[in-house]
């Protein structure tokens, strides 16, 4: 397993493959670990469809793949997305009996975000609650995100009301999200109450953040209240 990891962390996949076939040719049955580890590096490279074949393969032997083999081979289906193989994948996963985690609607959206299926992101909390999780943190962070590229700034607000209301503190990247989207809006009064309310909870802007914020003010010519900003940031 671990030689196997470091071809594939160093790129070489054919020594990869070579040594998951020696194990194989040798009697040495691969467990979870090596089929994850290949996995992982196919679907990281776009290899998708191989992916599969590994998955399939590991199925065929007779192991259980495990949350993070599902949610391996799911990612990768999102990247590229392939939402119909996704989908395919998630059935079989509530099929087989295993239970949707926080991470897995978290790609969910990611992928419904990429493909610009917005209706779909604004269903994921629906969704979660169905299967008796509570959307956490991290999950808010990626729907308002994800609603404020698609342009859904009334939703996104009401995501971020949400989150507070459940007692989640939104960090700078929540808060970064939104005050891009409403300057890319123009919706600069509430993008304003948004900086200073970042700023008076004591959460640290980085430069990301001050970086994001000036684009958008100085591509729209509010040189100053792009100077104010910078006023804060020195």
């Keep these: 397993n671990s030689i196997m990891h470091g071809y594939c962390s160093s790129g070489q996949s054919e ?34 469809t191989e992916a599969r074949k590994i998955f399939d393969s590991m199925v065929k032997r007779g192991l259980k793949p495990d949350i993070t083999t599902y949610g391996t081979l799911l ?28 991470h897995v609607f978290n790609i969910l959206i990611c992928a419904y975000t990429k493909q610009e299926k917005v209706d779909e992101v604004v269903l994921v909390f629906s969704k979660m609650r169905q299967q008796g999780l509570t959307p956490n943190a991290v999950n808010y962070r990626t729907v308002i995100d994800g609603l ?3 342009g859904r700034l009334d939703d996104a607000m009401l995501n971020f009301e949400q ?29 304003e109450e948004l900086i200073f309310e970042i700023l008076d909870q004591g959460i640290n802007p980085n430069i990301v953040f001050f970086n994001t914020i000036l684009d958008s003010l100085c591509k729209e010519g509010r040189v100053i209240e792009s100077e104010k900003l910078f006023d804060l940031m020195v």
Aim: proline share 2%.
């Design 163 to 191: 989150m507070i209301d459940k007692g989640l503190t939104p960090n700078v990247v929540v808060y970064t999200s939104l005050i891009h989207a409403l300057c890319t809006y123009d919706k600069w009064e509430k993008a």
């Design 15 to 48: 020594k990869a493959i070579g040594i998951f076939r020696k194990m194989c040719s040798d009697g040495i049955e691969p467990d979870v670990v090596t089929y994850n580890s290949l996995m992982d590096y196919l679907c990281k490279n776009g290899k998708c």
């Design 148 to 150: 404020c590229k698609l």
């Design 75 to 102: 990612h990768g289906y999102a990247s590229k997305g392939a939402l119909v193989e996704m989908h395919d994948l998630l059935a079989l996963m509530v099929q087989n009996g295993m239970q949707l985690d926080h």
